[in-house]
């Protein structure tokens, strides 16, 4: 089974003018990992926000999970994105107000799982991501690649069947960026299914099995003749 699915999306901002998504037709299978790759403002962001519900297709349809995401409504689409997305971002996005564990229980409060079981959830992800001796800390204390693992226990917490993942060793030095491509591989091969938009080649090679490149706002999804992102 699938679980993205886009059938001839198209994404306009405006009424007019150009499409920032045209239609596109993607499908990533339940234990897949695909990176996208493409210049700037070629749509990327675009295509994982209409991915995570975060934003509508002016035409198309969105399967995600096998839901279809144009009959949900706002309420609905919230709740299904807690329980079947987890995403990370290129600054983190923790909150700074939190510890790290409050940061990775977050979305087990959101999503309704019991204490006791968050907790014991939570304690496996900090120890299988390194960062168990952190979890009282607060997120400015660690480096960016601690929260980067921070941020990746978060997306977890809720067993999503789809981690989207927008340019997650964007912000972190060398070797944390490769500590985080070996994380992203191994949960792939455990079964995760991924997606990312990266400018990482070797993230990208890494951890995915294909890689779409996008220009224009249009997908070509044959297999490349040349490096997309050029050499690193
Ligand atoms: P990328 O992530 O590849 O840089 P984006 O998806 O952000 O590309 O942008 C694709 C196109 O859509 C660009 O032309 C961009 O200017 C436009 N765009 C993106 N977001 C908006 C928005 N909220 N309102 C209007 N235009 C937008
Ligand atoms: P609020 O309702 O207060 O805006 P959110 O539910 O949007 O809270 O998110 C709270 C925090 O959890 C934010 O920092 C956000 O980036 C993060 N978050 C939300 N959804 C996810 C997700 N599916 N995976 C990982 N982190 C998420």
């Known amino acids: 089974t699938d679980v993205i699915r886009l059938e001839a999306v198209t994404k306009r901002y405006e009424g007019t003018g150009p499409a920032a998504l045209d239609r596109v037709d993607l499908v990533v299978g339940a234990r897949e990992a695909v990176a996208v790759m493409g210049p700037s403002g070629s749509g990327k962001s675009t295509l994982l926000n209409l991915i995570a519900g975060l934003d509508r297709p002016t035409e198309g ?12 409504s706002e309420t609905a689409l919230a709740k299904f994105r807690r329980r ?12 700074d107000d939190l510890t790290v564990l409050d940061n990775v229980l977050m979305p087990a409060r959101l999503g309704g799982i019991s204490p006791r079981a968050a907790r ?9 991501l390194g960062i168990a001796g952190h979890a009282d800390a607060y997120p400015a204390r660690l480096s960016g690649g601690e929260r980067q693992r921070v941020a990746i226990a978060r997306a977890l917490m809720n067993r999503p069947p789809l981690l989207l993942a927008d340019e997650p060793t964007g912000a972190v030095d060398t070797a944390n960026g490769r500590h985080i491509t070996e994380l992203l591989a191994e949960l792939n091969r455990d079964g995760q299914a991924l997606l990312m938009v990266t400018h990482d080649l070797q993230l990208a090679r890494a951890c995915t099995s294909r890689i779409v490149r996008i220009v224009d706002g249009r997908l070509d999804a044959t297999p490349q003749a040349h490096d997309p992102g050029g050499p690193q």
């Open 84 to 95: 079947h997305i987890g995403m990370i971002f290129q600054f983190f996005n923790l909150l």
């Open 61 to 72: 349809a969105v399967t995600v999970a096998g839901v279809g995401l144009g009959g949900l």
């Open 120 to 128: 014991t959830r939570a304690d496996e992800l900090l120890g299988y």
